[in-house]
């Protein structure tokens, strides 16, 4: 039987590793790190945090595919107490209502907007000044960009209309951590017959299909290819254990400057130990800022929805995020324009910086199984023909 070699546990891997495997193929999966799931891992216990601001959405087919397998779940949804935590920050002040440009803009979800445009110049002839400037801090934390406005209308304008949906809100949160179902995954691929091989770093291609479900920077050194670039975001991150306050918020999103705070053990309370809480925080950068500006712009974000952190906290660590969290898509060019997923010579592309559609971790999801599907479809005729 040919052997399917996949380079890199994270999501996409593990969704090729499994999409494959449930097909029959004989899989072999080398992760270079001792522990699965990339920019999915989470922090071990007894204060649990993603490597940024992560949850799954339900409205995705990324979801449904994780979720028909048992992989997603158990996940949280959001209740009455985290509706009522909500903030935004606009002008300077934290609200507990969006504000009137932000109503503008969500009033005109109807529209459609270009590609070849800059959703800045887009937006300031269909929204306003003051709407696009809105919308634009309300998709820090969706694009990692501190200038939404100078990417594709349609890449920033379709994830605002995907985050603003009207309806039962889409997000749910892994109970225990994206780690958790990372575990999930790699059980699955094992019960399948996967081999998973940690601590084995790839230098050179093996022969036979091979999916390299790396970012993009291993990638380039791994294939030779100095055209396996993608622009992407850049943000600081800070992540809080806290003894618990009844004057927490929930969230706040920052709509002056792209920031976003969110108490994740408030759907989820086993991420920190009992009467603490586990609150994550990303801001984009500007350019030439760096992450000391940005973690000390964070502080001030937190001092505005959690009194007196500072005294309360528990556990603490910041981070620098630099293309590392997702395609960004600039004037005319859209997913399909990204990296392709064939690469010729039975080697293929996953992550999330690739040609395949979905919001942030969708697009691993997407393009794994997308990758896993031809290079099975491959083999079968390769088969046939001989």
Known sequence: MTQITIIGGGLAGLTAAIACAEEGADVLL???????????????????????????????????????????????????????????????????????????????????????????????????????????????????????????????????RRVSRPGFPAPRYVVGGWGRMIERMAARARDLGVAIETGSRVTELPSGPVIVATGLDAARTLLGDPALTWESGR??????????????????????????????????????????????????????????AGVARLERLADLGLPRWRDRVTWRRDALATGRTGALDLPGFTWRDRPAIDRGEGVRLAGDSVAAPGLLGEVAVNSGLEAARRTVESIGKTRQMT
């Open 235 to 292: 943000s600081a991150l800070l992540d809080l254990g806290l003894r618990r306050d009844p004057a927490d918020v929930f969230l706040i999103s920052d709509l002056d400057e792209g920031g976003f705070l969110e108490r994740y053990s408030s759907p989820d309370p086993t991420l920190a130990p009992e009467n603490e809480s586990l609150v994550q925080l990303q801001v984009p950068l500007r350019p030439g800022e760096g992450k000391t």
């Open 30 to 160: 080398h992760e270079a790190h001792r522990t699965l799931g990339g920019r999915a891992r989470s922090t071990a216990a007894p204060y649990v945090a993603n490597d940024g601001t992560h949850v799954l959405y339900s409205d995705g087919a990324p979801f449904r595919w994780l979720d028909r397998r048992g992989l997603a779940g158990p996940c949280r949804s959001l209740g009455l107490k985290e509706f009522r935590g909500f903030r935004v920050r606009y002008d300077s002040r934290l609200l507990a209502r969006p504000p009137r440009p932000l109503v503008r803009a969500l009033l005109k979800r109807g529209r459609e907007a270009p590609v070849h445009e800059s959703f800045e110049s887009w937006g300031h002839r269909h929204l306003g000044e003051e709407a696009t400037s809105a919308v634009a801090g309300l998709l820090g934390v969706v694009t990692y960009e501190a200038d939404p406005g100078r990417l594709s209308a349609k890449f920033v304008w379709d994830r605002f």
